[in-house]
């Protein structure tokens, strides 16, 4: 009769995921791993061929951590890019090492941030943004530069250098959004 696994892919993910969360991804070693899961590295390196294997499944996993978190992201503002851009700058202030891993860092062959952005459904920046823009010539150089100040904004929440509340935020995105789109 054969041994039962009680070591599962599922429970090694979830552990290098959850170090990802808390510590970052650089330190995601086997022997962390293992040592969290409470074994050898042998049953990793079973179920991926290497290192680089798990820390794909775990981008992956972040990546969809992002895309659920942007999902249930309260969508009260009614001005195009700031819902999305409240959701990216608290995901970087609530989930810093997922920010880091998904959007500076980020692993080489893997999503850009505009893929990342627009999900699995391929369509958030459009459906939800830029479609709403009327009259406006350059719908994708008002993202960039809308975008420009979202993603500067969420940096500088990592180092702790943008403390602004929610509502000013807001309001700055509706702002910068106006002086964008009468530049037209």
């Not at 979830?14 to 293992?34: H, I, K, L, Q, Y």
């Not at 195009?80 to 959701?87: D, E, I, Q, T, V």
């Not at 500076?104 to 709403?132: C, D, F, H, I, T």
Request: aromatic fraction near 14%.
């Amino acid at each position: 009769m054969a041994r039962k696994e009680t070591i599962t892919i599922q429970m090694i993910l979830d552990t290098a995921f959850a170090m990802t969360r808390e510590e970052g991804f650089s330190n995601v070693t086997a022997r962390r791993v293992a040592s969290r899961v409470g074994c050898s590295t042998q049953p990793i390196f079973r179920v991926y061929k290497s290192m680089d294997e798990l820390w794909d499944a775990v981008y992956d996993q972040a990546a969809d951590f992002f895309q659920d978190y942007y999902k249930v992201y309260p969508k009260t503002g009614k001005t195009p890019f700031s819902n999305l851009g409240m959701a990216y700058i608290s995901f970087a202030r609530e989930e810093k090492h997922l920010f880091e891993l998904l959007f500076v860092n980020g692993r080489a062959g893997r999503k850009g941030m505009y893929e990342l952005l627009n999900g699995n459904s391929g369509s958030v920046v459009y459906e939800a943004n830029l479609a709403r823009i009327q009259g406006c010539s350059d719908p994708g150089g008002l993202f960039t530069k809308i975008w420009i100040f979202i993603h500067g904004a969420a940096c500088m929440s990592l180092t702790g250098d943008y403390d602004l509340p929610d509502i000013e935020t807001k309001k700055m995105l509706e702002n910068i959004y106006q002086s964008f789109a009468e530049m037209k």
